[in-house]
């Protein structure tokens, strides 16, 4: 038992009964990887609150909610092969890994990059594959996926990530036409140039820069 086993079973609790996740396996997750870990050690004491805290680079570590409904609708399984955008401090990251079989990460800030792998292997977390690049363009060389969640809201549809998603693939995205709210979006490829689109309300993230998102001015 660790000194916050208490304020993160408190967390699960919130997450089942007033935000209704459903998927024991996600809330299981939840409950092994301690998010205070992945939060800078000022922001220790705030790791189990329900809300986003920022990490380094203007960046943040998103809300428990918005990682767990996230993860809920990729409808993942031990097999699942997961592209993750916007890896940050590595939280979500891990949380992905303890549920599919592979992670294949990519965090565009050099700093964030390093800093998560080292959590990650502090962690032990052993299927993840994490590298600094351009996120919207995903990682082609280990396409297609079961999955892709982007971990920051985008102007539109990043075509790379639609091509790279296997049939019968989600891809769970915030999508906006403004930089500061967007919409939580979970795509469908039920074919090879057909894709199923649902939304599931209003959220907020840092915005997705790169060739196929925001420009960085």
């Not at 649902?198 to 959220?203: I, M, P, T």
């Amino acid at each position: 038992m660790d000194e916050y086993q208490i304020a993160r079973e408190r967390m699960i609790q919130h997450l089942r009964e007033h935000y209704k996740i459903q998927d024991e396996r996600v809330l299981d997750a939840m409950t092994a990887v301690p998010r205070h870990f992945f939060v800078p050690e000022a922001l220790k004491a705030q790791a189990y609150k329900d809300n986003a805290l920022p990490i380094a680079s203007n960046q943040t570590i998103s809300q428990p909610f918005i990682v767990a409904r996230m993860t809920e609708l990729l409808e993942l399984n031990n097999q699942s092969k997961i592209l993750e955008i916007g890896a940050g401090s590595g939280y979500q990251t891990a949380i992905l890994a303890f549920l599919a079989r592979e992670i294949y990460a990519v965090e565009r800030v050099p700093q964030l990059a390093e800093e998560a792998r080292e959590r990650l292997q502090k962690f032990n977390v052993q299927n993840v594959s994490l590298r600094c690049a351009d996120g919207t363009n995903g990682w082609e060389n280990h396409a297609p996926f079961d999955g892709i969640l982007v971990a920051a809201g985008s102007p539109s549809l990043p075509e790379p990530l639609l091509k790279q998603l296997r049939q019968g693939g989600k891809l769970v995205i915030p999508i906006g036409e403004d930089q500061k709210t967007q919409k939580l979006t979970r795509i469908t490829r039920s074919a090879a140039n057909d894709f199923q689109t649902e939304d599931f309300g209003a959220c907020a993230f840092v915005p997705l820069i790169g060739e196929h998102g925001w420009k960085n001015d």
